[in-house]
């Protein structure tokens, strides 16, 4: 069956980085359009980043420049690196299967920016 594990979130001070991953299985990343979203307390889930079959990147305006969607066709993962964290960033992150259309989620990891 189709499953999503994230990880690599944590507590970081402001202007650190972290590096989420998504191992997949059940199917394969490079076959499928990927996402990964995020929901702060109090607000709804958003788009942080979502990557094209092809393997083109796609980015909210809030991550453009900061972060990186990849993937490691290999190894079945789907990466996000953030580099610059702000304490806006703070929320639980999940990967997608999908673009506009998300059938699958991950269970989220939480990504804390304060110091």
């Known amino acids: 069956q189709v499953q999503l594990v994230e990880s690599g979130g944590g507590l970081v001070q402001p202007g650190g980085s972290l590096r989420l991953s998504c191992i997949a299985s059940?199917?394969?990343?490079?076959?499928?359009?990927m996402s990964w979203y995020r929901q702060a307390p109090g607000k709804e889930r958003e788009l942080v980043a979502r990557?094209?079959?092809?393997?083109?990147?796609n980015y909210a305006d809030s991550a453009k420049g900061r972060f990186t969607i990849s993937r490691d066709n290999a190894n079945n993962i789907l990466y996000l690196q953030m580099n610059s964290l702000k304490p806006e960033d703070t929320a639980v992150y999940s990967c997608?299967?999908?673009?506009?259309?998300?059938?699958?989620w991950g269970q989220g990891t939480q990504v804390t920016v304060s110091s």
């Open positions: 990557l094209t079959i092809l393997g083109s990147p």
């Open positions: 997608g299967r999908g673009w506009n259309y998300v059938d699958y």
């Open positions: 059940g199917f394969t990343v490079s076959t499928y359009a």
